[in-house]
């Protein structure tokens, strides 16, 4: 590769990286050539070459300026080379969903011969736009973003919001709603079976874990609990729902310790996570309580640790695994320039029965 192309690379993975910020005015030509040992006119042709992609401005006495940041222009400078390198986005390692996730992914690209890039967001949208761009100008040949609405950098500039083509081959999963190429669990029927399972044992009064935010991919699992609710006329009540500021074990914990402080608490709780479930039946042993004597409990996606509590854990299983391998193999279709059979593909989940839903005493 020429210098020239170097140079441009490293600085265009500085701008990524957000090292390089809007309005950081570049080295002089002749002071970067001199500190690097080469030729001014390869400095120059870098600059220019930076200035064509649109990622800087020269102004002749005033030197050269990085413009504002913008993914998306850097993943349209990235779409013209294959790499037989992809990228995955997720919000977060600790959690075994991804876990499960990334072994889907790997076993598809391992068996293509495909380098895997992953990046952990920690829950933060704003890491997630970084990474796409980061990635992008090392020139993956796609991306799958996990768990995250990004699709304001998947599509070009001026595109309406969910409209045009994407600028890089790009598969979402588990984000319900986005426009692209996307695999999805039914997490309404989670939160309905789950819940249904708690209702078939007599309980009346079930909570729900559930987390703080507005993500599209939790606000389904709360529909499900709702509707399973409505199918024997009870009316949710606001009291006996807790959002936990996280999925983490912690988290289940603290939010099990608001339900049971109610004047009237549950008598059966659904999580939408195994992990929060995991939490609250922690807190439910400290407060020297049985499961299900006296609180029964279920979770969702039917993690490996759920089958090995005590009692083991009913949890609506999810196939995470299948689910990973599944957008590993659109994103190759979409790599390759195969169209995809399907652009949306909805896996189902199935209800694992276990003690922690026993008959209520």
């Known amino acids: 590769m020429p210098l020239a192309h170097q140079l441009a690379g490293q ?5 990524a990286s957000g090292k390089l910020p809007a309005g950081e005015r570049l080295p002089p030509v002749r002071r970067l050539a001199d500190r690097l040992g080469i030729n001014l006119h390869t400095v120059r042709a870098a600059y220019r070459k930076l200035e064509d992609d649109g990622l800087v401005v020269i102004r002749r006495g005033r030197g050269t300026h990085v413009l504002p940041f913008d993914g998306r222009q850097l993943a349209q400078i990235a779409a013209t080379l294959r790499t037989d390198t992809v990228g995955i986005i997720i919000p977060s390692m600790a959690n075994p969903f991804y876990h499960a996730l990334l072994q889907g992914v790997e076993e598809v690209a391992t068996a293509a011969g495909t380098l895997l890039f992953v990046c952990n967001t920690h829950d933060d949208p704003g890491m997630a736009a970084r990474y796409y761009a980061q990635m992008a100008s090392k020139q993956v040949d ?11 950098l998947v599509h070009a500039p001026g595109d309406e ?7 890089l081959p790009t598969v979402t999963v588990d984000w319900p709603g986005c426009s692209g190429p996307s695999v999805l669990l039914d997490l309404e029927d989670a939160g309905y079976q789950g819940t249904r399972h708690l209702l078939a044992h007599g309980h009346r009064r079930v909570g729900l874990l559930t987390v703080d935010t507005e993500a599209a991919n939790v606000g389904l699992v709360n529909m499900g609990y709702r509707r399973a609710l409505g199918d024997l006329r009870i009316e949710a009540d606001t009291a006996l729902i807790a959002a936990a500021p996280g999925f983490d074990m912690a ?6 310790r608001q339900l049971l402080g109610l004047a009237q608490p549950p008598t059966a709780v659904f999580a939408i996570a195994d992990t929060l479930a995991l939490g609250a039946l922690a807190e439910i042993k400290i407060a020297g309580l049985r499961v299900p004597g006296d609180l029964a409990l279920a979770g969702f996606n039917d993690i490996p640790t759920a089958a090995l509590v005590d009692p083991p854990l009913t949890s609506v299983a999810a196939p995470v695994r299948e689910m990973g391998a599944q957008a590993m193999r659109m994103l190759q279709e979409q790599i390759s320039g195969r169209p995809l059979a399907q652009m949306h593909v909805v896996l189902p989940v199935a209800l694992m029965v276990r003690a922690s839903c026993g008959p209520h005493v």
């Open 161 to 167: 919001p969910g409209g045009g083509e994407p600028l």
């Open 11 to 15: 600085l265009l993975w500085l701008i």
């Open 142 to 152: 796609g991306i799958i973003i996990a768990s995250h609405n990004t699709a304001e």
């Open 251 to 256: 988290s289940g914990q603290a939010s099990l």
